[in-house]
């Protein structure tokens, strides 16, 4: 299979050799699997990010929905606040 048959990342491996073509095979190997570790630490903070912008944005919601059901109450006792009785004001 010629390089332009193969997929894409079956092609990066073999660009990374060339360039470390100076190396020891292990010293390779240790290399792809540094960027390898450093490519997945980044997808698990990027993940860790997304998740906490989810739950911010689910409480945010939440506060709102508590807000929206309060207002009717809270419109409701001002209105029987009008009306209550000079006698029991005091």
């Known amino acids: 299979m010629s390089k332009k ?3 894409e990342d ?4 073999a660009q990374e050799h060339q360039i470390n ?3 020891s095979p292990l010293e390779d ?3 792809l699997l540094t960027e390898a570790l450093k490519r997945e630490r980044a997808d698990s903070e990027n993940i860790r990010r997304r998740h906490e912008e989810q739950i911010t944005g689910v409480r945010e919601h939440v506060k709102a929905g ?4 309060l207002l009717p109450v809270i419109d409701n ?3 029987a606040l ?3 009785p ?3 004001e005091k």
């Open 5 to 7: 048959q193969q997929p």
């Open 10 to 13: 079956q092609q990066q491996p």
């Open 21 to 23: 073509d100076g190396l």
């Open 29 to 31: 190997q240790v290399l």
């Open 66 to 69: 508590v807000v929206i059901d």
């Open 77 to 79: 006792f001002e209105r």
């Open 82 to 84: 009008k009306h209550v």
């Open 86 to 88: 000079e006698d029991l």
